[in-house]
C-alpha cells in the first residue's frame, strides 16, 4: 500500500513538474513512476508491489471480458423469438471472507449483465444471486470461483 501512495505521489509531481494536470500526463506520469520503482524495486523491497499491480489489472481485465461476454449473452436471450428463461436465485457459498473481497466480488456479480447480488448470508458464508438464467446453478456457482472469486483471492491475499 505504501509504494502505490509513492507512485500517486510521483505521477503528481510528474504533473506538476510538466505543468499539464490531465488526465493522461497523470497516467503518463503513473507509468513513469512504476517504471521508476521497478528499477529500485529491490532497494525498496517492493518486489510484491508489481505482483499484486499485475494480478489487479488481471481481474480487471477479466471483468472487462465477463462484461461483453455477458452482455452478448443477454442480447441474445432478449432478442430470441422464444424467450426460454428460468430466472431463479441460488446461494453461492463463499471462500473469501474478509469484508472488503465480499463486496468486491458482490459488486463484479451485479455489474455484470445477467446476474445481482441479492444478499450475502448473517454468517457471511454464503452469497445470493439473482441470474436472468439459472437453469444451471452449478454451472453459474462454477464460473463465479473459477473467475471473479479465484482472481480476488490471488490479487489480494
Known amino acids: 500500500m505504501r509504494l502505490s501512495l509513492i507512485n500517486i505521489i510521483l505521477a503528481l509531481i510528474w504533473t506538476a513538474v510538466s505543468g499539464s494536470f490531465t488526465l493522461p500526463n497523470f497516467i503518463f506520469g503513473f507509468l513513469l513512476g512504476a517504471a521508476a520503482l521497478y528499477l529500485i524495486r529491490e532497494q525498496v523491497g517492493s518486489l510484491g508491489y508489481f505482483a ?70 448473517e454468517d457471511r458464508r454464503f452469497l445470493y444471486v439473482h441470474a436472468i438464467d439459472c437453469s444451471d446453478p452449478e454451472e453459474l456457482r462454477r464460473d463465479i470461483a473459477e473467475g471473479f472469486e479465484r482472481k480476488i483471492m490471488e490479487a489480494f491475499r
Open 52 to 121: 499484486r499491480s499485475m494480478r489487479v489489472v488481471s481481474l480487471a481485465l477479466l471483468f472487462l471480458y465477463e462484461l461483453v461476454l455477458s452482455a452478448w449473452r443477454v442480447a441474445l436471450l432478449v432478442l430470441s423469438p422464444k424467450m426460454d428463461l428460468k430466472p431463479g436465485i441460488f446461494a453461492y457459498p463463499l471462500k473469501v471472507d474478509r469484508d472488503f473481497e465480499i463486496t468486491l466480488l458482490a459488486n463484479l456479480i451485479t455489474l455484470t449483465p445477467g446476474t445481482l447480488s441479492v444478499d450475502v448470508s
